[in-house]
């Protein structure tokens, strides 16, 4: 049952790889890109600090007199699952801060690491990388249901920003694509020690003198593995008997305890 | 060294973890209470989801309960009939108490309402347990007798319907107010992640007039059910009891209470009270703090996952 949603999830995956990339793709442009990862799956172990994911990859077909002026740049983005997110606002009632307001954006990666050759907003005019979503600042990010006259939309959409960005889920590295020889390049991007679970995508994209030439994208898997792996699954496919187990340990700690420590 | 809580999903400090539990624990035998009201502020402070640390909290309960019922057993400190008939009550209590945490955390005013009540009745109790122990102090000074049962004096209590009699507590007494004490630890069991201890023998001393030699047994027997159940519903409704977190949790406490208790033995009870009610009122005011001070950020994100 799991394996089949996994197959199911992967190919949902690899569907709207194709619908995202499919619509900006001009036909006249004769680069292609390439990208590999070393692995297709990262594992969350007990220990699990974050990790550092290399990508390697290719320009195919491009311009050696574009490439000698650095004319290219790369962008690539590793997406994490999406999720709807609320962003609430407190204000303060009767002297106590409360949440008053909120508001939800459909379907956000819940973590994104952006790496590029250099700072993005050089790299294509802003207008572009909005209509590709690429990078923090233009990523979609679309409200649900009634957001009254939409004025605080602008605020609320910074406030999901800055606390992304702030915990560390969402992060930009300009420097992180380096190119090692005229047409591979190796991009790192960092994966944040509290890394959501599930189907992740690596996104790379071409640009060639400030217009987006090519795109090409990978999933990436990140599991829990062993004890982490076979808890989780208790907790959410047998709940009532993982709350037996809970409370039979607290119980079985409780009597060693007492006879361990008996005084009387 | 970390940890990776597989249902809180973070990694956490396995010593600060540990620290929590052994300082609570330490605290919990030296005043003989569960520790509830101790352990779920703290695992919040450090950044572990209301909804985890109200459910763990439970479980943590029930380990640092287990021990001291059963001593209470084989001293034959327990009313099990009144025990029952709380219990009864404590488990309404606690279904009602689950559902209210349930809807709250989709409202997004969940964290406001666990703060919010732990200042009441943190504040309440701390301020009552205060007062009295501070004038039980007085009176101690002062060689007078201290008696915290006063009998034959009845009050509105006693003319409830429904009389019940306990033999073992040797009172004559309507079902009524103890399933309704029950029931109200029962709520905060599973709303706040309390056992409920510090509210209940308090009530069952003052208020129901059960002699005091029964009232410590008895209200562990209904703790440990009541805070047992809540952990289960709560696996089961919001799966966000963390099994790795409770168990550190549990070692820690329960080598931590032992101290506490040889800690505990050689003050006095009334000395002891007067500590717990700062203590107490300490944990609410830090709370409350928090609740008035401007906040650094007035944003929070949630995700659809455990942030609601």
């Known amino acids: 049952m799991r394996a089949l949603n996994?197959?199911?999830?992967?190919?949902?995956?690899?569907?709207?790889?194709?619908?995202?990339?499919?619509?900006?793709?001009?036909?006249?442009?004769?680069?292609?890109?390439?990208?590999?990862?070393?692995?297709?799956?990262?594992?969350?172990?007990?220990?699990?600090?974050?990790?550092?994911?290399?990508?390697?990859?290719?320009?195919?077909?491009?311009?050696?007199?574009?490439?000698?002026?650095?004319?290219?740049?790369?962008?690539?983005?590793?997406?994490?699952?999406?999720?709807?997110?609320?962003?609430?606002?407190?204000?303060?009632?009767?002297?106590?801060?409360?949440?008053?307001?909120?508001?939800?954006?459909?379907?956000?990666?819940e973590s994104y690491s952006l790496s590029s050759t250099r700072d993005i907003d050089t790299i294509a005019p802003p207008g572009d990388m909005n209509n590709m979503g690429i990078g923090v600042d233009h990523m979609r990010l679309t409200p649900m249901g009634y957001i009254g006259d939409g004025s605080s939309l602008a605020e609320f959409r910074d406030a999901f920003r800055r606390a992304k960005e702030n915990s560390g889920v969402y992060q930009r590295d300009p420097g992180g694509v380096q190119f090692i020889s005229s047409s591979l390049f190796k991009a790192s991007v960092r994966l944040p020690a509290d890394v959501p679970n599930g189907v992740h995508v690596v996104r790379a994209y071409l640009f060639r003198d400030r217009v987006f030439v090519a795109a090409k994208a990978l999933p990436l898997r990140v599991v829990k593995t062993g004890i982490e792996q076979a808890i989780t699954r208790a907790a959410h496919e047998s709940p009532l008997l993982y709350g037996f187990l809970a409370v039979l340990l607290a119980v079985i700690t409780g009597w060693i305890a007492s006879i361990v420590f008996r005084r009387d | 060294m970390t940890v990776y809580l597989p249902i809180a999903e973070l990694s956490v400090n396995i010593f600060i973890i540990l620290g929590m539990g052994a300082a609570v624990g330490f605290l919990s035998g030296m005043f003989g209470v569960g520790g509830g009201f101790l352990i779920t502020p703290l695992l919040i402070f450090y950044n572990i989801p209301p909804v985890v640390a109200v459910a763990t909290g439970a479980n943590q309960v029930v380990a640092s309960s287990i021990s001291g019922a059963i001593t209470h057993f084989r001293r034959g400190t327990i009313d099990i009939k009144l025990g029952t008939v709380l219990l009864c009550g404590g488990l309404a209590g606690a279904t009602l108490g689950v559902w209210i945490f349930s809807f709250l955390r989709r409202i997004g005013q969940l964290d406001l309402v666990i703060s919010l009540m732990y200042v009441l009745l943190l504040g309440t109790v701390g301020t009552l347990m205060l007062i009295e122990s501070i004038s039980a102090l007085r009176k101690a000074s002062k060689n007078q007798a201290v008696a915290l049962r006063k009998p034959g004096q009845h009050n509105w209590v006693h003319r409830l319907p429904l009389k019940m009699r306990f033999k073992k507590s040797k009172i004559y007494l309507s079902v009524i107010p103890v399933a309704a004490l029950g029931f109200s630890i029962g709520i905060l069991t599973s709303v706040m992640g309390v056992g409920g201890g510090f509210i209940m023998v308090p009530a069952m001393i003052y208020l129901l007039r059960i002699p005091t030699n029964v009232v410590v047994g008895t209200s562990l027997f209904q703790i440990i059910f009541v805070s047992a159940y809540t952990v289960i519903v709560q696996a089961s409704a919001n799966y966000s009891v963390d099994i790795v977190l409770a168990f550190v949790l549990m070692i820690a406490g329960v080598i931590g209470a032992q101290y506490g208790v040889r800690v505990g033995q050689r003050l006095r009870g009334e000395q002891l009270r007067a500590l717990l009610a700062l203590l107490v009122l300490a944990v609410g005011l830090r709370l409350a703090v928090e609740l008035v001070i401007p906040p650094k950020e007035v944003y929070s994100v949630v995700s659809a996952g455990l942030g609601f």
């Open chain 1, 6 to 109: 996994r197959i199911v999830i992967l190919g949902l995956v690899a569907a709207s790889l194709f619908s995202g990339t499919a619509f900006s793709e001009p036909a006249d442009f004769s680069e292609k890109l390439d990208i590999g990862i070393s692995t297709d799956e990262i594992a969350i172990t007990s220990d699990f600090r974050g990790a550092d994911l290399t990508i390697f990859g290719a320009i195919d077909g491009f311009d050696q007199n574009l490439l000698a002026q650095g004319k290219y740049n790369i962008v690539v983005a590793l997406e994490g699952p999406k999720e709807n997110a609320t962003v609430r606002k407190k204000e303060r009632v009767f002297g106590i801060w409360i949440n008053r307001h909120s508001m939800t954006f459909e379907l956000v990666p």
